[in-house]
């Protein structure tokens, strides 16, 4: 008797829910919907199935509210966003999926501690995942007949939008095309931004099981189906949380960044400054007057703590000028400083002063490591004299210390995916001692976008295809071919890549030359800009710059015009979240659109580099973002 009470309580639950939710499936179907076409409902099922694999659920519950803005006001009916406030349903119970509401007010008002309350008149937008034994048969004959995509193993999608009538009934109708449009595009932004999200642990009482998130703000472009028929295919889409946070576009700075940051006070004068007490007396450079200064003699902002300044006169000259409507930003920058860093690694990682960090680690001025410090900055690049073998190469490091010119084991899969440093140096045997990471970041991170952020490289490599990649900007990279090497035995045996790398750095004796340094890796040198130089070359599938400061070169602008008419993904790496707000900025006025958002690189180099007149965060390959993906 117990069993059969069970299983009908199971099937009460999966029919009618038990937890946050309005109940089972309307009977609402797309193809009533005016002026919808098959296509776009087929977008509309793998946009939710997309959505789906990334489980949302699993962190989110409905006290959890995002903001949503996709394009302008004026592109939607009454000049306003249609549905600008979603909640996740599921997590603990009851209706699996996602509400949309007017505001965020609606939203409040509704989300009850263990159900969705009805509020009379309130219209809110359902997507709801189904189990396919409950799907109307209006559903199932459509599921059938186009061939739509399953989320998960046994669900799909059911869009529709309810209002809760005076009596406390519900009231079902078809979402309009422009309300299925708006639903498309947050789907695909919210699955692109959403894990970016960060857990904030000293919020809320210790006992409590709600799980509390940092304050968050992205920008994504989304890409319209084609079957919309709209003359701009892409949209620019804000997603928030919580909702209503924004940040204001600044005149040329920079106007997007992946934290939310607060604003300082309003006040006219500046905060106290704050003298710096540097142990060592390395030369910062004032950020309003561009003077030296030594260390322990410089002065910086009292709110942000972010920027370097000679005197306090400085200081308040800019605050006027420009920083006071920065300085918020600079503040969430720095306060991230906690999580960037790597402490995994037993070696330092500051390098304030960069030959004594070599020094300290008995490797300066030997092997590869000569790039990384201002001693050999005489010899051009790619032209470092070699003594001996991969020894000489990594300074004379111990022989547990490095790698080997030798494959992985063979019970791994190929290619090798990895996740981080730790996974690596623990498949190398290398010890957390090993200061390797801060040269290898530039090849791991090349190797990190073609098997985990691109798609199509990732499925030639799989098929034991050739990979070819457009490599620009290299510098010191053309003295680290030993370290570049270690891809072809992280390919495993799968496929192959051919890295081109371009740019003015290249010695013009080296120009032309092809380097087997691996059996499955070969690296092509040319020198010039890029949009000079393509015509010549292979199509690529690939085109990458690490380390790319788009803000700082003005050649730049070709090769992102280049890039645009290919239509081929690209990413772009830089040490700091300014540099990459900066980036951000270059690639809009290029035409190009962000689709894949400005993330910390796992591969980022674990040594934290001081620049002369910031003290943010500021890593080799620190964070990456990606275009036409």
Same mark, same amino acid.
């Given at each position: 008797?117990d069993v059969h009470l069970k299983n009908l309580f199971t099937r009460f639950q999966e029919q009618f829910g038990s937890g946050p939710?309005?109940?089972?499936?309307?009977?609402?179907?797309?193809?009533?919907?005016?002026?919808?076409?098959?296509?776009?409902?087929?977008?509309?099922?793998?946009?939710?199935?997309?959505?789906?694999?990334?489980?949302?659920?699993?962190?989110?519950?409905?006290?959890?509210?995002?903001?949503?803005?996709?394009?302008?006001?004026?592109?939607?009916?009454?000049?306003?966003?249609?549905?600008?406030?979603?909640?996740?349903?599921?997590?603990?119970?009851?209706?699996?999926?996602?509400?949309?509401?007017?505001?965020?007010?609606?939203?409040?008002?509704?989300?009850?501690?263990?159900?969705?309350?009805?509020?009379?008149?309130?219209?809110?937008?359902?997507?709801?995942?189904?189990?396919?034994?409950?799907?109307?048969?209006?559903?199932?004959?459509?599921?059938?007949?186009?061939?739509?995509?399953?989320?998960?193993?046994?669900?799909?999608?059911?869009?529709?939008?309810?209002?809760?009538?005076?009596?406390?009934?519900?009231?079902?109708?078809?979402?309009?095309?422009?309300?299925?449009?708006?639903?498309?595009?947050?789907?695909?932004?919210?699955?692109?931004?959403?894990?970016?999200?960060?857990?904030?642990?000293?919020?809320?009482?210790?006992?409590?099981?709600?799980?509390?998130?940092?304050?968050?703000?992205?920008?994504?472009?989304?890409?319209?189906?084609?079957?919309?028929?709209?003359?701009?295919?892409?949209?620019?889409?804000?997603?928030?949380?919580?909702?209503?946070?924004?940040?204001?576009?600044?005149?040329?700075?920079?106007?997007?960044?992946?934290?939310?940051?607060?604003?300082?006070?309003?006040?006219?004068?500046?905060?106290?400054?704050?003298?710096?007490?540097?142990?060592?007396?390395?030369?910062?450079?004032?950020?309003?007057?561009?003077?030296?200064?030594?260390?322990?003699?410089?002065?910086?902002?009292?709110?942000?703590?972010?920027?370097?300044?000679?005197?306090?006169?400085?200081?308040?000259?800019?605050?006027?000028?420009?920083?006071?409507?920065?300085?918020?930003?600079?503040?969430?920058?720095?306060?991230?400083?906690?999580?960037?860093?790597?402490?995994?690694?037993?070696?330092?990682?500051?390098?304030?002063?960069?030959?004594?960090?070599?020094?300290?680690?008995?490797?300066?001025?030997?092997?590869?490591?000569?790039?990384?410090?201002?001693?050999?900055?005489?010899?051009?690049?790619?032209?470092?004299?070699?003594?001996?073998?991969?020894?000489?190469?990594?300074?004379?490091?111990?022989?547990?210390?490095? &790698?080997?010119? !030798? +494959?992985?084991?063979?019970? *791994? /899969?190929? @290619?090798?995916? %990895?996740?981080?440093?730790?996974?690596?140096?623990?498949?190398?045997?290398? &010890?957390?001692? !090993? +200061?390797?990471?801060?040269? *290898? /970041?530039? @090849?791991?991170? %090349?190797?990190?976008?073609?098997?985990?952020?691109?798609?199509?490289?990732?499925?030639?490599?799989?098929?034991?295809?050739?990979?070819?990649?457009?490599?620009?900007?290299?510098?010191?990279?053309?003295?680290?071919?030993?370290?570049?090497?270690e891809i072809g035995h992280l390919l495993n045996g799968m496929g192959n890549v051919e890295i081109v790398m371009v740019g003015t750095?290249?010695?013009?004796?080296?120009?032309?030359?092809?380097?087997?340094?691996?059996?499955?890796?070969?690296?092509?040198?040319?020198?010039?800009?890029?949009?000079?130089?393509?015509?010549?070359?292979?199509?690529?599938?690939?085109?990458?710059?690490?380390?790319?400061?788009?803000?700082?070169?003005?050649?730049?602008?070709?090769?992102?015009?280049?890039?645009?008419?290919?239509?081929?993904?690209?990413?772009?790496?830089?040490?700091?979240?300014?540099?990459?707000?900066?980036?951000?900025?270059?690639?809009?006025?290029?035409?190009?659109?962000?689709?894949?958002?400005?993330?910390?690189?796992p591969f980022r180099s674990p040594v934290r580099n001081r620049e002369p007149s910031s003290n943010l965060p500021s890593y080799s390959?620190?964070?990456?973002?990606?275009?036409?993906?």
């Amino acid at each position: 008797m117990d069993v059969h009470l069970k299983n009908l309580f199971t099937r009460f639950q999966e029919q009618f829910g038990s937890g946050p939710g309005l109940g089972p499936g309307s009977g609402t179907c797309l193809l009533n919907v005016e002026g919808i076409s098959p296509p776009f409902i087929k977008s509309l099922y793998r946009a939710a199935a997309a959505l789906y694999r990334t489980d949302p659920w699993k962190r989110f519950r409905p006290g959890h509210l995002f903001g949503l803005r996709i394009g302008k006001d004026s592109d939607w009916s009454g000049r306003k966003q249609p549905f600008p406030c979603v909640q996740f349903i599921g997590g603990d119970g009851g209706d699996l999926g996602f509400h949309m509401f007017r505001s965020e007010n609606d939203a409040k008002r509704m989300t009850g501690s263990r159900e969705t309350i009805r509020i009379p008149n309130v219209e809110l937008l359902r997507v709801t995942y189904e189990l396919d034994s409950l799907v109307f048969p209006s559903n199932k004959r459509m599921i059938r007949s186009l061939s739509l995509e399953l989320s998960g193993n046994d669900r799909f999608p059911v869009i529709d939008v309810a209002r809760c009538s005076s009596s406390g009934g519900l009231e079902f109708r078809n979402p309009t095309l422009e309300e299925l449009r708006f639903v498309y595009g947050a789907m695909k932004s919210i699955s692109l931004v959403h894990p970016l999200l960060q857990q904030e642990n000293d919020i809320g009482p210790k006992w409590s099981r709600v799980v509390y998130f940092e304050p968050f703000i992205e920008t994504v472009d989304v890409q319209w189906p084609p079957e919309i028929g709209k003359s701009n295919n892409l949209v620019a889409v804000t997603v928030s949380h919580p909702p209503g946070h924004g940040y204001e576009e600044k005149l040329s700075l920079q106007s997007s960044t992946p934290t939310k940051y607060p604003e300082p006070g309003k006040e006219e004068t500046p905060p106290e400054n704050v003298r710096v007490k540097s142990p060592n007396l390395d030369l910062r450079h004032c950020e309003m007057c561009e003077k030296e200064v030594h260390g322990e003699e410089s002065v910086n902002c009292n709110w942000c703590c972010g920027v370097v300044y000679c005197s306090a006169l400085c200081q308040k000259q800019h605050w006027k000028e420009s920083h006071k409507t920065l300085c918020g930003l600079y503040k969430a920058m720095m306060d991230r400083e906690e999580e960037l860093t790597m402490k995994i690694f037993a070696f330092p990682s500051s390098r304030d002063q960069p030959c004594q960090w070599l020094e300290s680690l008995g490797i300066h001025q030997k092997g590869m490591w000569r790039r990384k410090c201002s001693c050999y900055s005489h010899c051009p690049f790619g032209l470092l004299p070699v003594n001996g073998g991969l020894w000489d190469s990594w300074g004379g490091l111990d022989d547990d210390d490095y &790698p080997h010119d !030798s +494959p992985f084991q063979n019970n *791994l /899969s190929s @290619p090798i995916l %990895l996740s981080g440093w730790s996974e690596y140096y623990n498949l190398r045997s290398l &010890p957390m001692s !090993s +200061p390797i990471a801060d040269i *290898l /970041s530039h @090849p791991l991170t %090349l190797y990190y976008i073609l098997t985990s952020l691109s798609v199509s490289p990732k499925n030639l490599l799989l098929k034991g295809k050739e990979v070819i990649v457009h490599y620009l900007g290299p510098e010191g990279e053309l003295d680290w071919m030993p370290a570049f090497a270690e891809i072809g035995h992280l390919l495993n045996g799968m496929g192959n890549v051919e890295i081109v790398m371009v740019g003015t750095g290249v010695p013009t004796n080296l120009s032309g030359t092809t380097l087997g340094i691996s059996s499955r890796v070969r690296v092509n040198l040319v020198r010039g800009f890029y949009q000079e130089e393509a015509t010549y070359l292979t199509s690529p599938h690939l085109v990458v710059a690490l380390n790319c400061g788009l803000e700082k070169y003005g050649s730049w602008g070709g090769a992102l015009d280049l890039i645009k008419s290919m239509g081929v993904p690209a990413f772009f790496t830089d040490q700091s979240e300014i540099s990459c707000a900066n980036a951000k900025q270059v690639l809009r006025s290029a035409g190009l659109h962000i689709t894949q958002p400005v993330t910390p690189n796992p591969f980022r180099s674990p040594v934290r580099n001081r620049e002369p007149s910031s003290n943010l965060p500021s890593y080799s390959n620190g964070f990456v973002l990606g275009v036409n993906t």
